[in-house]
């Protein structure tokens, strides 16, 4: 009975727990990637190149199309959408026809979908679906058409429009040659450098009228830009004087990328809040770190193709029925014949499967080896680089290799 009241009593003592005032965080929104921050450390020049640019709107002019490189989290995304809310304030005290539209190429990722949208934003009433695209484009153009105005499309992930093909990007930049009242610039964003091969030259000319460069943070910047986020996020003397060099050492270490230090950061508060700690510490942020690791690993392992799925299975399993860790390429080739037997697919030849090996080694996932047998020659060993309990979940997730989890283990019987 006692047993019983006391279970009952701390069931409803379940949220208040989780919910109560901790004493760790004084506001982890401005820690999350959609707050905006008003103040963007290290990237004045490129505050400052834009807005020079985007200042001939303001003076009745079409801005230059511009092209953003740099990589994930090098404040692109961030660094616009501030230049953007200065403009459209400037442009409200001056009395002129300027405005910005942020467009996630991600979403609308379709030339259908993008001229729809874009139809629907200058009051048109166009259907997601259905319509020919030109009819489409047709209706935009007349909507934006029907004022004297400046509008500046930002093309936010814009690769993703283009491994599509680049048709709309080559109509947007043709359409002031059909417009008598409206201007429009372009700003495409992009996380990967080398997109530009897929343009072609035309678009690739015109839309790169302007560059802007975003290079990646280093430690010392990651510090000031996690400094003045900890400043609001977090109490006073919370975080041992490790934390944010350390969060900082560590995001830099991979290639700059300030959305991973900053999750880095909250994380490492999370973990310490639930640990019910009074304080973060450096081995709040290693665990953290190892938390994240281990999302990517999922992350990768998910969207890999099947046959690769399955040749990972097979350094998996190897590793559960062999009292080893590396495999000769035989050995994973053999268990990745029986494994296809097994789930229902046609094996692909040894040479293909090497070229699997080869991508798994390359996303870390696996470590390949050359290594020489002295006069038997040389052979490749494979071994998994990352926690067996780490994939086999996600594995065993793609509905195709449910049955790899009934496979017969083959304990090796030594005399
Ligand atoms: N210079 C900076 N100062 C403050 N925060 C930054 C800075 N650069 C990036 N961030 C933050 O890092 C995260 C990623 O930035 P984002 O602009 O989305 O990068 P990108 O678009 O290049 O991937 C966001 O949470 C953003 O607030
Ligand atoms: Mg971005």
Same mark, same amino acid.
């Given at each position: 009975?006692? =047993?019983?009241?006391?279970?009952r009593?701390?069931?409803?003592? *379940?949220?208040?727990?989780?919910?109560?005032?901790?004493?760790i965080?004084?506001?982890?929104?401005?820690?999350?990637?959609?707050?905006?921050? /008003?103040?963007?450390?290290?990237r004045?020049?490129?505050?400052?190149?834009?807005?020079?640019?985007?200042?001939?709107?303001?003076?009745?002019?079409?801005p230059?199309?511009?092209?953003i490189?740099?990589?994930?989290?090098?404040?692109?995304?961030?660094?616009?959408?501030?230049? $953007?809310?200065?403009?459209?304030? #400037?442009?409200?005290?001056r009395?002129?026809?300027?405005?910005?539209?942020?467009?996630?190429?991600?979403?609308f990722?379709?030339?259908?979908?993008?001229?729809?949208?874009?139809?629907?934003?200058?009051?048109? %009433?166009?259907?997601?679906?259905?319509?020919?695209?030109?009819?489409?484009?047709?209706?935009?153009?007349?909507?934006?058409?029907?004022?004297?105005r @400046?509008?500046?499309?930002?093309l936010?992930?814009?690769?993703?429009?283009?491994?599509?093909?680049?048709?709309?990007?080559y109509?947007?930049?043709?359409?002031?040659? /059909?417009?008598?009242?409206?201007?429009?610039?372009?700003?495409?964003?992009?996380n =990967?450098?080398?997109?530009?091969? *897929?343009?072609?030259?035309?678009?690739?000319?015109?839309?790169?009228?302007?560059?802007?460069?975003?290079p990646?943070?280093?430690?010392?910047?990651?510090?000031?830009?996690?400094? !003045?986020?900890?400043?609001?996020?977090?109490?006073?003397?919370?975080? =041992?004087?490790?934390?944010?060099?350390? @969060?900082?050492?560590?995001?830099?270490?991979?290639?700059? =990328?300030?959305?991973?230090?900053?999750?880095?950061?909250?994380?490492?508060?999370?973990?310490?809040?639930?640990?019910? $700690?009074?304080?973060?510490?450096?081995?709040?942020?290693?665990?953290? @770190?190892?938390?994240?690791? #281990?999302?990517?690993?999922?992350?990768?392992?998910k969207?890999?193709?099947?046959?690769?799925?399955?040749?990972?299975?097979?350094?998996?399993?190897?590793?559960?029925?062999?009292?080893? %860790?590396?495999?000769?390429?035989?050995?994973?080739?053999?268990?990745? %014949? %029986?494994?296809?037997?097994?789930?229902?697919? /046609?094996?692909?030849?040894?040479?293909?499967?090497t070229?699997f090996?080869? !991508?798994?080694?390359?996303?870390?996932?696996?470590?390949?080896?050359?290594?020489?047998?002295?006069?038997?020659?040389?052979?490749?060993?494979?071994? *998994?680089?990352?926690?067996?309990? @780490?994939?086999?979940?996600?594995?065993?997730?793609?509905?195709?290799?449910?049955?790899? $989890?009934?496979?017969?283990?083959?304990?090796?019987i030594?005399?």
């Open positions: 009975m006692c =047993d019983r009241v006391a279970q009593y701390t069931m409803d003592n *379940l949220f208040e727990e989780l919910i109560g005032d901790g004493e965080f004084a506001n982890k929104e401005v820690l999350r990637p959609t707050y905006v921050p /008003e103040h963007l450390p290290h004045k020049e490129q505050i400052k190149g834009l807005a020079d640019i985007l200042s001939a709107a303001l003076k009745e002019e079409t230059s199309n511009i092209l490189y740099g990589k994930t989290g090098t404040g692109k995304t961030s660094t616009v959408k501030y230049v $953007s809310n200065e403009l459209e304030k #400037m442009a409200q005290k009395g002129s026809n300027c405005s910005l539209l942020y467009i996630n190429s991600e979403v990722d379709t030339q259908y979908r993008l001229f729809a949208y874009l139809a629907r934003v200058f009051n048109r %009433r166009v259907p997601m679906i259905g319509w020919p695209t030109d009819m489409v484009y047709s209706e935009f153009k007349n909507g934006i058409d029907a004022e004297k @400046c509008v500046i499309v930002i936010d992930e814009v690769d993703k429009l283009v491994s599509k093909g680049d048709e709309a990007l109509i947007l930049t043709r359409i002031n040659g /059909e417009l008598t009242n409206a201007r429009i610039s372009l700003i495409g964003i992009s =990967d450098l080398t997109f530009t091969e *897929l343009l072609d030259p035309r678009v690739k000319s015109s839309l790169g009228e302007e560059e802007i460069i975003f990646p943070y280093n430690a010392a910047q990651l510090t000031d830009i996690l400094d !003045e986020r900890a400043a609001m996020a977090f109490y006073d003397t919370v975080l =041992d004087d490790a934390v944010i060099p350390l @969060c900082a050492a560590l995001a830099a270490s991979e290639h700059g =990328d300030a959305r991973r230090a900053l999750d880095l950061l909250r994380l490492s508060g999370e973990i310490a809040e639930r640990a019910k $700690s009074k304080k973060v510490s450096e081995e709040h942020v290693r665990s953290a @770190c190892q938390k994240l690791e #281990m999302n990517k690993v999922v992350e990768v392992v969207t890999l193709p099947l046959q690769s799925k399955i040749v990972l299975s097979s350094v998996l399993q190897l590793s559960k029925e062999k009292n080893k %860790r590396r495999f000769s390429s035989g050995e994973v080739y053999n268990m990745y %014949r %029986r494994l296809c037997n097994h789930v229902g697919i /046609e094996a692909l030849t040894q040479r293909r499967v070229d090996i080869s !991508e798994l080694d390359i996303l870390g996932l696996v470590n390949a080896v050359i290594v020489s047998k002295g006069r038997y020659g040389r052979t490749k060993e494979i071994a *998994l680089s990352v926690p067996e309990e @780490c994939v086999q979940p996600v594995l065993l997730e793609d509905y195709k290799l449910k049955a790899i $989890s009934t496979i017969r283990v083959r304990t090796q030594t005399l």
